[in-house]
Nanobody, 126 residues
Framework: QVQLVESGGELVQPGGSLRVSCAAS????????MAWFRQAPGKEREFVAF?????GKIDSAEGRFSISRDKAKNTMYLQMVNLKPEDTAVYYC??????????????????????WGQGTQVTVSS
């Protein structure tokens, strides 16, 4: 079982930057894929970015956001720049149990992921 805990969400002014973190514990991550999703009030959960733990393969839906991981700390990050009010959402991290990589489109789907964190609130407002 993998436990995920997000942190770092806060109130940021438009145009600002923020880095949120996801600390993983429990089972050792190896070939798992981890991802960031976000959900705004009244909207569906949407894909932000994923990273394959073993080789760092990434995919991102937003050019202003960068995903990375620190294997030694078992932590994944999402660096966000030039934030906009429409980026306001709860940001969730997620992990799969898959050890085989299927396709980028597969990992853009929330249903692909077996483990979820509780989320961290990011609010972009002046």
């Amino acid at each position: 079982q993998v436990q995920l805990v997000e942190s770092g969400g806060e109130l940021v002014q438009p145009g600002g930057s923020l880095r949120v973190s996801c600390a993983a514990s429990g089972r050792t991550l190896s070939d798992n894929t981890m991802a960031w999703f976000r959900q705004a009030p009244g909207k569906e959960r949407e894909f932000v970015a994923f990273i394959r733990w073993s080789d760092g393969k990434i995919d991102s839906a937003e050019g202003r956001f960068s995903i990375s991981r620190d294997k030694a700390k078992n932590t994944m990050y999402l660096q966000m720049v030039n934030l906009k009010p429409e980026d306001t959402a709860v940001y969730y991290c997620a992990a799969t149990d898959d050890t085989v990589f299927y396709s980028a489109s597969y990992y853009r789907r929330p249903a692909t992921y077996h483990h979820w964190g509780q989320g961290t609130q990011v609010t972009v407002s002046s």
